[in-house]
């Protein structure tokens, strides 16, 4: 398998079950998932995961990056600090599949206390088929990338 095939998952220790549901729904369609833990339920710190998922995206071996914790606010600015990383929160299908269209997102970060199993599964759903629309969006993401540090 290539990079275009893979996903990597983490999450702080809020959203173990839920990671592990979305690891085997993603599988199911036919993506290959690297799953990085935790898989303890010992209180863990959400940045350690989220910069370790967006640091193996930004590096080229993984297409994308799920990552979640209680709200998916806090793990999603630790991804955000990592170059080449444009990740969004999403608590539904609407938000996930815009950020891959009009933002290029490369990686997603859901709630465990926000979103409900079944819906989180939509929202990976939408995220992973859609495709970024380029155009007047490529303009606007290139602005971004170029504001990295």
């Excluded at 079950?17 to 998932?33: D, T």
């Excluded at 080449?84 to 490369?106: K, L, P």
Aim: with cysteine; glycine share 10%; charged share 20%.
């Amino acid at each position: 398998m290539t990079a275009t095939d893979r996903i990597v998952l983490s999450s702080d220790h809020s959203a173990i079950a839920l990671r592990q549901s979305i690891a085997s729904h993603v599988k199911a369609h036919g993506w290959e998932v690297v799953d990085i833990g935790p898989t303890s339920p010992d209180s863990t710190d959400y940045p350690e995961h989220g910069i370790a998922a967006a640091q193996r995206v930004a590096s080229g071996e993984f297409r994308f990056g799920i990552i979640l914790c209680g709200t998916g606010q806090g793990i999603m600015m630790a991804a955000n600090k990592v170059k080449g990383i444009r990740c969004g929160v999403c608590a539904d299908t609407f938000s996930a599949r815009m950020i891959r269209q009009h933002n290029d997102a490369n990686m997603l970060s859901i709630g465990a206390r926000v979103a409900g199993e079944a819906l989180a599964l939509d929202i990976v759903d939408a995220f992973l088929n859609a495709d970024f629309e380029g155009g007047r969006h490529a303009r606007r993401v290139d602005m971004i990338k170029a504001a990295e540090l």
